[in-house]
């Protein structure tokens, strides 16, 4: 398995932080879509409620490692149920 990873405050250590970016809103999905991150865009720590810098760490926890791999199997059983989406 590729070794997942997530992005944390350089501050306090939280995964609960959010990037800048462009999104498009597409009518037909009633959804925005992503359109590109900004590159010298603003890093939120939502738990320190000010801009930082943002860390890119391995995930280290087993309780997020073994959602992911849920998550993952039902989506591969899924596809495999309904191939056609």
Same mark, same amino acid.
């Given at each position: 398995?590729?070794?997942?990873?997530?992005?944390? $405050?350089?501050? $306090?250590?939280?995964?609960?932080?959010?990037?800048?970016?462009?999104?498009?809103?597409?009518?037909?999905?009633?959804?925005?879509?992503?359109?590109?991150?900004?590159?010298?865009?603003?890093?939120?720590?939502?738990? $320190?409620?000010?801009?930082?810098?943002?860390?890119?760490?391995?995930?280290?926890?087993?309780?997020?490692?073994?959602?992911?791999?849920?998550?993952?199997?039902?989506?591969?059983?899924?596809?495999?149920?309904?191939?056609?989406?």
């Amino acid at each position: 398995m590729t070794q997942l990873m997530k992005y944390v $405050c350089e501050t $306090c250590g939280s995964d609960n932080v959010s990037t800048e970016a462009y999104v498009d809103w597409d009518t037909s999905k009633q959804a925005w879509i992503l359109d590109e991150l900004v590159c010298e865009g603003i890093d939120w720590c939502s738990d $320190c409620s000010e801009d930082t810098t943002l860390d890119y760490v391995p995930v280290t926890d087993l309780r997020t490692i073994a959602e992911y791999t849920i998550a993952k199997e039902k989506a591969n059983d899924a596809a495999r149920t309904n191939p056609s989406g």
